[in-house]
């Protein structure tokens, strides 16, 4: 059974560039969720893709975009990146339509910006 | 705005022990309730989550729920070096998940 998968582990990006993080949903997810997480603190939710379509964001600026293909992985792009932005980057899968709502997470981007 | 609140730690437990971690939530629209261990530099692991009121029993794993109180919590049994990590308590008020901070706990040999 496969698992979350992210890409890349690490990434580090001069401030001002663009980043694009990957996922690809554990098998037989629909659903992805983007979170950032910052040194000390819990994940920050960014937002969610289902059926190719963002259902709900977090408080994140437009900067933060996404995209979620056919075959349910998703991007995450970071645009105009900021030193802030220094953070893990989780992708967490699930299913929908279940009455539970379990998230399982990959194993994040680390992205340094220096 | 909806919050998660953790006690940060570290919380200290002899090895053998219970560790009893805790957490509240402040929407009482949530309906379902999560666990998750996080080991440095790795990413967080869904231990257990419960959306009834009462315990929910896995293993070395309790998952205790006072919806009235607002209240979750999470006692380990047992507790191995193996379980010295970073738990987050999450909620989803709605189609998103809201984490706590994290409590660090650390299991002394």
């Known amino acids: 059974d496969a698992g979350v998968t992210q890409s890349p582990t690490h990434l580090i990006k001069t401030r001002g560039q663009q980043v694009t993080l990957r996922c690809s949903p554990k098998s037989g997810h629909d659903t992805v969720s983007w979170y950032q997480q910052a040194l000390g603190q819990g994940p920050q939710f960014i937002f969610q893709y289902y059926e190719e379509e963002e259902r709900q964001r977090g408080n994140f600026p437009d900067r933060f975009s996404g995209h979620q293909f056919p075959n349910y992985s998703s991007e995450l792009n970071v645009n105009a990146l900021l030193l802030g932005d220094s953070a893990l980057y989780l992708c967490?899968?699930?299913?929908?339509?279940?009455?539970?709502?379990?998230?399982?997470f990959g194993p994040g981007t680390r992205l340094t910006v220096t | 705005q909806k919050e998660v609140e953790q006690n940060s730690g570290p919380l200290s437990v002899p090895e053998g022990a219970i560790a009893s971690l805790n957490c509240t939530y402040s929407d009482r629209g949530s309906q379902s309730f999560f666990w998750y261990r996080q080991y440095s530099g790795k990413s967080p692991e869904l231990i257990m989550f419960i959306y009834s009121n009462g315990d929910k029993e896995d293993g070395r794993f309790t998952a205790q729920l006072n919806k009235a109180s607002q209240y979750v919590s999470l006692l380990i049994r047992d507790s191995q070096p193996s379980d010295s990590a970073t738990y987050l308590c999450a909620v989803n008020p709605d189609d998103k998940i809201i984490f706590g901070k994290g409590t660090r706990l650390h299991i002394l040999p």
């Open positions: 967490a899968s699930s299913l929908a339509g279940q009455t539970t709502y379990e998230q399982y």
